[in-house]
């Protein structure tokens, strides 16, 4: 079974500070993304990456930044936290580009 | 440019009746599509995907979707309701980009499944 996993169920930070989420897959994909979940709102595409040392933005890019330094290991940088950046966090990544995405538990993010 | 429109925000079943979660999409590229469920506290996970193959798609758990070019459709749909169904569902077009296929998800229509 593929296996996604995030750093942290649960991230509280203090607004201004640096962030890292990180994410890592177990089944050498090609393709990672990072979404991020509000209610009412679904799932949007902050940044993915198609292969190590790539990455394309998504539909909402703006205050984040991403590193894939590694094939199996993508990460979601959030140089300045800022209030309306709290939300669900979710990473997946498929094997190519067509295939299924599979997604991690989800990483729950406040910043006061 | 893709989008998705999900017409139920919440939709409430009895037990062991049919369910009929609505999906409409806009795309200007063959599209592929897809349902995700997420139950609570858990990661999203892929119910079905269409991707130009046969309309009628089918799914785990018991449901399955059909694709309706002239309508824009894609209901998910399953003939009696569990229990265990009762979960937020995501509706998802997706377009290849670059090196990645770029998801669009709907806002979600929650499932209410009463004894």
């Known amino acids: 079974d593929v296996k996604v996993t995030q750093s942290s169920r649960y991230l509280v930070k203090r607004t201004g500070e640096k962030v890292f989420l990180e994410c890592v897959q177990d089944?050498?994909?090609?393709?990672m993304f990072w979404y991020r979940q509000d209610p009412g709102l679904g799932l949007r595409l902050i940044y993915f990456?198609?292969?190590?040392?790539?990455?394309e933005k998504g539909d909402i890019p703006e205050g984040y930044s991403v590193s894939r330094e590694k094939k199996e290991r993508f990460s979601l940088i959030l140089e300045s936290a800022s209030t309306n950046q709290t939300s669900m966090y979710l990473c997946?990544?498929?094997?190519?580009?067509?295939?299924?995405?599979?997604f991690g538990p989800g990483t729950r993010l406040t910043v006061l | 440019a893709q989008s998705v429109t999900q017409l139920d925000s919440h939709v409430s079943v009895s037990e062991g009746t049919p369910v009929l979660l609505r999906c409409n999409y806009s795309?200007?590229?063959?599209?592929?599509l897809f349902w995700y469920v997420q139950h609570p506290n858990k990661g999203l996970q892929l119910l079905l995907k269409?991707?130009?193959?046969?309309?009628l798609v089918k799914g785990i758990n018991g449901f399955e979707a059909e694709f309706k070019k002239s309508e824009t459709s894609f209901h998910l749909t399953k003939p009696s309701a569990h229990m265990s169904d009762a979960a937020e569902y995501f509706c998802?077009?997706?377009?290849?980009?670059?090196?990645?296929?770029?998801?669009?998800f709907g806002t979600g229509t929650q499932l209410k499944v009463e004894l």
């Open positions: 997946a990544s498929s094997l190519g580009a067509t295939d299924t995405q599979y």
């Open positions: 990456s198609y292969d190590v040392k790539m990455k």
């Open positions: 998802v077009v997706g377009r290849l980009t670059g090196g990645g296929n770029k998801l669009t």
């Open positions: 795309s200007s590229y063959s599209p592929s």
């Open positions: 269409y991707t130009s193959a046969a309309t």
């Open positions: 089944m050498d994909h090609e393709n």
